[in-house]
């Protein structure tokens, strides 16, 4: 069974600071892994992917996440984090098939000045 | 360009009321699904359709019908609610073909008392 986990619920962050949001995951096969960010009263939104190549991926709004297999771990970074980045943040896994994804229970961003 | 959209937005039911969520794209996606959002649960997916006509159980399906009649709709029916269903509920739609984006809708906040 494949499954997501994120181990920090909630993260407070300097504006200004660097960011790193943990995700590991346990599949048996190559994951197709990707970030979800969801701000207060707002669906889902693609920050970036993850499917093949090139370990360290880049995404939207200056975001990036490094694949590391020998650790089953796909976290998330940002090398200065602003105001409007506070949202909650999912990691999720598609294993392929009918598309079914599984995501972790997320970590809530928060950001002080 | 509205992608997927949610109605309704919010809604209270009393115990035992029943109620059906619509879910629409305009991406001309295969795939759709209903999840339910719970604090510190993630999303967990309720039921899934990889065509017209077509619906399958996900992991968390009692309590909840589903039809897709139209390939552009898919709705979730809720027969007889009850207060554990209380929670955000968020439609999603992907391509075929490996693994895809899903795109979210706004979600549905739905209480019941």
């Known amino acids: 069974a494949q499954s997501v986990t994120q181990p920090d619920i909630h993260i407070t962050v300097s504006e200004g600071a660097s960011l790193e949001l943990r995700c590991n995951y346990s599949y048996g096969a190559t994951p197709y892994l990707f970030w979800y960010v969801q701000s207060p009263g707002q669906g889902l939104q693609l920050l970036l992917k993850y499917f093949s190549g090139d370990t360290l991926v880049q995404g939207i709004k200056g975001f990036e996440a490094e694949f590391k297999r020998s650790q089953s771990s796909f976290n998330l970074r940002k090398p200065s984090v602003h105001w409007s980045d506070a949202a909650e943040y999912f990691c999720a896994l598609n294993s392929g098939g009918y598309q079914k994804v599984t995501f972790g229970t997320g970590t809530k961003l928060q950001v002080i000045p | 360009n509205a992608g997927v959209t949610q109605t309704p937005k919010f809604r209270v039911l009393k115990t035992g009321q029943s109620m059906t969520l619509l879910c629409a794209q305009d991406?001309?996606?295969?795939?759709m699904y209903w999840y339910r959002q719970d604090p510190g649960m993630g999303l967990r997916l309720i039921h899934y359709s990889v065509g017209e006509g077509t619906t399958a159980k996900g992991e968390v399906p009692d309590g909840y019908n589903v039809s897709r009649l139209k390939k552009q709709n898919f709705l979730l029916g809720l027969e007889s609610a009850a207060p554990s269903q209380t929670s955000v509920y968020f439609c999603?739609?992907?391509?075929?073909?490996?693994?895809?984006?899903?795109?979210f809708g706004a979600g549905t906040r739905l209480s019941v008392l």
């Open positions: 999603a739609s992907t391509k075929t073909g490996g693994p895809n984006i899903q795109y």
């Open positions: 991406m001309n996606h295969e795939y």
